[in-house]
């Protein structure tokens, strides 16, 4: 606490600005559950979540802010190498923030709310910023700060980009046209609940989700597709000529064959993992 | 499977509606993909499809109850012609095996009406779907007809769950019969009910075809919100099918 002093006397200015919200009438609305909006320093505004691709760098004397209009809890993992503080908006900061010109500047948060990370150690912290009444872990948006001493490089960051590692697990699609017409035979593999089961129980889960599809090839993934789903369609895509066909990826492998029966795709399904 | 029987004895149910018949099925035509006569199953092969699904439980209504789909409950506003499509929407990420997301019905029906309490066409709600999206009930409420839900917010969340393929299906036995066994739930409108109601497996009895329906009249209508239509009831004048929505 001593030192969040010191540090607060040193380099900050709180102003509060005092807002006053006109209360609105609401009475036949429907409450509206709010999802936070949670910003991170030098990141847009956003509503889906960040995986941890990018590294920023926390010096001893600097401010990382996070900001949301909806309440969020921030957490840190390790907990030991930062120190947390919380606030509300809207607010004006003087300080050096870690995503800004290691100059002193002043800023004015507009957020409701507002968290603080200061570095009290070196070493890699994980930051988990979790909105109220989240539901589902891609609601959690997360951030990896590297906490140096004053003018240190943040470590080991190589300049180039590291192999991006095949996902582990199984992964299926099974990918066929809707609107052909597709036999019975295949159509009761693709929808067969003894296939769901061995899919459910074998492939790779996002969240809770088991990493298979149903999959025509008409179809518009959206943001919130998991990454492997759309990388391993973007592979698949130009050997995906004769639907029905299953593509099946365990780890780097993928292999695309027909579908025929609901025996044979299991068998191919069971071959695979092997 | 549901056995709350409506046949050519039964009267007609009574509830909130909003089918308003065949209108939409000449407004509509030039945007509308027609489904198409190559995907028609022969006849003879009907019993075999709808008996395989039955014994191995395959059908859209059994995949979709496994999966936790929830029967909706329009309550007095005449948006059946929402209410249903949507609710096949749903299905439809379902059987793409996509998280199932409940979608709100009042998010397409609102702006179509212009927040208004009136019926309409399955067309209207897929043309909208299909250029706009549904919102997520947990952002727009399924029956709050209220422009002031129609928030940036909700509007971003609305395209993430866009219809991107869509048919009509005309009211014949075989159009009916050929989409569903393919797993294509169909948006049935029904004149002689003035309803709307997905169709969501095909069964025979008593070498009789029946369809068994999911109504938008909560659970506690039929068996479990579903029903079974059988006879001349059973062949809707007019369809829609959600074919392929975004997935997420």
């Not at chain 1, 607010?91 to 603080?116: C, M, N, P, Q, W």
């Not at chain 1, 996002?206 to 789903?229: H, K, M, Y």
Request: net charge negative; with cysteine.
């Amino acid at each position: 606490m001593r030192l969040i002093t010191i540090i607060h006397a040193i380099h900050i200015w709180f102003w509060i600005v005092a807002t006053a919200f006109n209360s609105v009438k609401a009475d036949d609305v429907t409450p509206i559950p709010a999802k936070a909006k949670v910003t991170f320093p030098g990141v847009a505004p956003i509503a889906a979540p960040v995986l941890p691709d990018a590294v920023s760098v926390l010096e001893p004397s600097s401010l990382f802010v996070v900001t949301s209009d909806e309440p969020f809890v921030l957490l840190a993992s390790p907990s030991r190498l930062v120190t947390i503080t919380t606030d509300t908006g809207p607010i004006k900061i003087r300080a050096v923030f870690a995503d800004g010109s290691k100059k002193l500047e002043t800023r004015t948060y507009s957020a409701k709310h507002i968290a603080i990370v200061e570095a009290s150690a070196e070493g890699r912290v994980e930051l988990l910023a979790i909105p109220n009444g989240f539901t589902d872990e891609s609601d959690i948006t997360r951030r990896l700060v590297d906490c140096v001493k004053a003018g240190q490089p943040p470590p080991d960051v190589d300049p180039v980009d590291p192999p991006i590692p095949a996902p582990a697990g199984v992964r299926v699609l099974m990918i066929f046209e809707t609107s052909a017409n597709n036999s019975r035979e295949a159509m009761g593999a693709i929808y067969s609940p003894k296939v769901k089961e061995w899919l459910d129980k074998n492939c790779a889960k996002n969240g809770t989700q088991p990493e298979w599809r149903r999959f025509d090839p008409d179809i518009v993934l959206s943001a919130n597709e998991s990454p492997e789903i759309k990388s391993l369609w973007d592979a698949v895509k130009p050997k995906a000529t004769s639907p029905p066909q299953v593509a099946i990826a365990v780890g780097g492998n993928v292999d695309v064959h027909p579908i025929t029966t609901e025996a044979d795709l299991l068998a191919l399904l069971e071959k695979a993992v092997k | 499977m549901a056995e709350f029987i409506l046949d050519d004895a039964s009267g007609t149910p009574s509830g909130p509606t909003g089918f308003q018949g065949m209108y939409a099925a000449t407004e509509y035509r030039d945007s509308l993909t027609e489904f198409p006569d190559a995907l028609l199953i022969p006849r003879d092969e009907w019993k075999d499809w709808a008996d395989q699904q039955e014994q191995e439980q395959s059908s859209i209504y059994h995949l979709c109850r496994a999966a936790g789909w929830k029967i909706k409950n329009q309550q007095d506003i005449p948006y059946c012609w929402n209410f249903s499509p949507v609710g096949d929407a749903e299905k439809a990420l379902i059987l793409q095996n996509n998280k199932y997301v409940s979608l709100s019905p009042a998010s397409v029906g609102g702006p179509v009406t212009s927040y208004k309490r009136r019926g309409g066409y399955g067309q209207e709600a897929m043309e909208y779907m299909a250029a706009n999206g549904i919102v997520p009930s947990a952002l727009w409420p399924d029956t709050a007809i209220d422009k002031r839900l129609h928030t940036p917010q909700a509007v971003e969340a609305g395209k993430q769950y866009r219809v991107t393929e869509w048919m009509r299906c005309p009211g014949t036995e075989e159009h009916c019969v050929s989409a569903v066994l393919r797993r294509m739930p169909v948006s049935g409108g029904f004149s002689w009910w003035g309803h709307q109601v997905s169709i969501v497996a095909v069964r025979f009895r008593n070498g009789q075809i029946e369809f068994v329906i999911a109504n938008s009249w909560g659970e506690t209508w039929g068996d479990e919100g579903y029903g079974v239509l059988r006879g001349r009831k059973r062949i809707p004048d007019d369809g829609v099918i959600p074919r392929v929505i975004t997935a997420s």
